[in-house]
């Protein structure tokens, strides 16, 4: 159902959504008719109920049809709704997940800030308490639906001398006072995903906007990185197997040299090889959801995907350029375009780098 869907309604907007980078905002709505929105989330709130395996299908498809729209799609799916699922409080869930599955609000995740990227503690978004209220002061940056969102799920400090221990959470609406948006970033890919810089003056947050208690942020933000990194793993599969499915188009139809392009050994050799990684990152994709909703996970498990993911992809859309030849640098057709958007993968939700030391770090816990 999905693969029709993002067939027939995702993909023709691809190439428009690259050049205004502009939402096609009344998807939302439609998505949320579909029941897309809410993957995760418990059925008493309008969503489904379903696991990451679920999750991760849908992810693919659309990322396949459209990476930016993937990505946006999957930024308020999992990045906010699935937070919601596992760290809100029932009060929490009852006011914001309905309107967040059927697609009249619009969710994100504000984590980074223009100062602090990997270094998520070195954050330095203030919260104050101030009788039955919370100040925050700062800013935030890279923040995918930011320039939009009815819901953002946002991380500061409450007390700032206490490093990891002084992140809380918090839950903001866009008609919170001292709340603005400064800009909307022009990005070299995923451009219909809109993403900005938000700003936070002197902004108020009820208190019972926040989440758990103080202190816990960073436990809830680790509680929701490893499933961030398998559905972003989705993402990059999605753009993956578009890159497989472009070069197989192409050489199919192109001549050279009195024959086919796919009847080269050269370009047989370049799409056998891609055709091994693209199942490689799909076999590790839907073991590693089939692993979550087991309830058997690891911060290892959830970088090694993610890494395979984004290289894949990154490889993929590259060669898929190549195949092109010429073509491939022209905007006319969407090679570029697919490397553009795989690239992200190699740098949000933790750059490449920050999951090779992670693995690192975990795999010389297991051999100490």
């Known amino acids: 159902m999905v693969e029709a869907f ?7 907007l691809a190439d428009e959504m690259d050049k205004s980078m502009k939402f096609p905002h009344h998807m939302w709505k439609r998505m949320g008719d579909q ?4 993957i995760t989330a ?12 679920e999750h991760c299908l849908v992810v693919e498809q659309l990322s396949k ?19 919601f699922e596992l760290n809100a409080s029932e009060a929490q869930k009852a006011k914001y997940l309905p309107g967040l599955c059927s697609g009249d609000l619009v969710g994100a995740l504000a984590m980074s800030e223009p100062n602090s990227g990997s270094d998520v503690t070195s954050m330095q978004l203030k919260a104050e308490k101030k009788g039955d209220k919370y100040i925050l002061n700062g800013s935030k940056m890279w923040i995918t639906n930011g320039p939009t969102a009815d ?8 007390d700032m001398d206490s490093g990891h221990k002084g992140i809380s959470t918090f839950i903001v609406e866009k008609d919170f006072p001292g ?3 400064a800009q909307k970033l022009d990005k070299l890919g995923m451009r219909g995903s809109e993403t900005g810089e938000l700003v936070f003056e002197d902004c108020e947050v009820p208190v019972e906007n926040l989440v758990s208690t103080e202190g816990q942020g960073v436990y809830i933000l680790m509680r929701g990185l490893d499933s961030e990194r398998l559905i972003l793993s989705a993402g990059a599969l999605g753009i993956n197997q578009a890159a497989m499915d472009e070069s197989l188009l192409y050489t199919s139809d192109r001549k050279q040299f009195g024959k086919k392009l796919i009847d080269q050994q ?14 490689a990152t799909r076999s590790m994709v839907y073991s590693s959801a089939t692993m979550f909703d087991a309830q058997v996970k690891s911060n290892l498990d959830s970088a090694s995907v993610f890494l395979q993911a984004s290289r894949s992809a990154v490889h993929a859309a590259d060669e898929c350029i190549q195949l092109h030849g010429g073509n491939g640098y022209i905007n006319e057709y969407v090679a570029g375009r697919l490397l553009r958007d795989a690239k992200l993968y190699d740098i949000g939700g933790g750059t490449k780098e920050i999951r090779q030391w ?11």
Not at 35 to 38: K, N, P, S, T, Y
Not at 65 to 83: I, M, P, T
């Open 6 to 12: 993002a067939d027939a309604e995702v993909k023709p």
């Open 35 to 38: 029941g897309l929105l809410g």
């Open 42 to 53: 418990a059925e008493e709130y309008g969503g489904l109920g379903l696991g990451y395996f």
């Open 65 to 83: 049809a459209n990476g930016g729209f993937g990505l946006s799609y999957l930024a308020h799916s999992n990045l906010c709704v699935n937070q």
């Open 151 to 158: 819901v953002i799920w946002v991380y500061a400090k409450t």
């Open 179 to 181: 709340f603005s948006v």
């Open 266 to 279: 050269i370009v047989q050799m370049k799409l056998a090889d891609m055709y091994c990684n693209l199942q």
């Open 358 to 368: 992670l693995m690192g770090r975990e795999l010389e816990k297991m051999f100490r």
